[in-house]
């Protein structure tokens, strides 16, 4: 026979012989509840969970049985803006913007210049530079790549693209030119 909520337990307190003697005097003592009455004891109160409930770009499935809880990463970023974590539990936008397609990648803006790095033993760093680096005036190391051009003067002799060959701070670290050739 399978238990429903309907059917009834019994319980005594623990001074009383569970012996079921047949009459009311020797019965006294006794309790009967229904499972409702156990479940409700059991769901409710006392440090167990009485709802779940979905916060910001969170969905659940449901509140019984198995419960499925997704998130979604939200903020205030625009479209197209790649997200970058502002502070903790703050998403905001990034330096890094994608094209509506998604095939072009664009980095930084007019205003916010940026350094684009790849980390591996040789790196190519792109930056606007306000004067082209020197060994004994630019900090570098190896592997890096600038390119100076300055707008102002396309013919200024310093224009063109300089590599770090050894790594150092300022007056130590050894720089090449390529001059730039027109084509």
Partial sequence: MAIKLTDKIHTVSADIDTTNRGSAQANAGREAY???DVSDLIGGGGGAVDSIVAGSNITISSATGNV??????????????????TSNGTIGNSLLASSASGDTIFVGSASAPVNFL????????????????????????????????????PADAANGLYVCTNTGVAGSASWSKAALTAV
């Fill in 34 to 36: 229904t499972l409702q």
């Fill in 118 to 153: 790849i980390p591996e033993a040789s790196r190519l760093v792109l930056q606007k530079q306000s004067s082209a680096p020197s060994s004994a005036s630019t900090a570098g190391d190896a592997g890096a790549i600038v390119a100076f051009f300055n707008i102002a003067d």
């Fill in 68 to 85: 499925t809880i997704n998130a979604a990463i939200g903020g205030n970023g625009l479209n197209g803006q790649i997200a970058v974590f």
